[in-house]
């Protein structure tokens, strides 16, 4: 073989070894119950938090989503497709949590969590997770009391309040203590609803308007965001003032919400996720709290309801969807 010709072939093959003994790029699986598109903006949140830890689509890392559009009962298939495919790090959103942890004890995973992570068996402490799993903890159930309180703030003529409570729902126990201390405190009667499937929503709206209830509290939970759009539009038919634990209730034509930012902590679950690819162990990392809370109140419903908002709440909060 002439020289030149040798040298020609040896410059042709060169990229594709190169491209061979270059490390396999890791893959992050995304486990969501949920509609994929309902998330478009967390998701841009989460790519957000793994971009500010030096992790970037395509170049350093790989995403893979499994999205079960919300049919819960996919998950678990989802789960141990995500197990099979050997992903890297498993970020389990969406009502994931307890699948995702099921479904491997090895691969680690970083979740988002509403209710107490360590009564849910998760993680043995906050500080000290110890196993494949760390993550965020919305922990919405500590801010029941404070709901109670801004509905009764708006409504204050309210004789009794309407609580809608799924007794099913893994944080559950700690809800109702708080509502029911947050009632007391302030003098306020309610009446708890206790609502686990579709048709028992449509029958406690019946029960709101026999007991003559002036207002609802809608309790936090994956079920009751899930069914937003049926409870707004039954609180709607029915005239009854609620408030509702996220933002997205508002956005659908909820009248007021209060809890977490949601953006930033799936911007928060980007920058664990980052971490976790980086070398860090779930077992070290404790689980984080949200650090950024809003109020959004929805005037259009106000006018809809013939209902004032006190210039103390429009002051406090911290968006008013017109």
Known sequence: MRRRDFITLVAAAWPLTARAQQPAMPVIGFLNGEKSSEYAKYVAAFRQGLNETGIVEGQNARLEFRWAEGHRERMTE?????VARQVA????????NLIAKAATSTIPIVCAVGADPVQLGLVESINRPGGNIT????????LEAKRLELLHELVPRASVIGVLFDPNWS??????????EAARKIGQAIKVLNVSSEADIEASFTSLTQARAGALSVTGNPFFLSRREQIIALAARHGIPAVYELRAFAEAGGLMTYGPSLTDVYRQIGIYTARVLKGEKPADLPV?????????INLKTAKALGLTF?????ATA???IE
């Open 318 to 320: 911290d968006e008013v």
């Open 310 to 314: 006190p210039p103390s709440l429009l």
């Open 135 to 142: 993550g965020i903890s919305v922990f919405t159930t500590t």
């Open 78 to 82: 989802l789960a141990a497709d995500l």
């Open 89 to 96: 790090v498993i970020v389990a959103t969406g009502g994931s």
């Open 171 to 180: 944080g559950a126990s700690n809800q109702l203590p708080e509502v029911e």
């Open 288 to 296: 984080l709290q949200p650090t950024k809370f809003e109020l959004v």
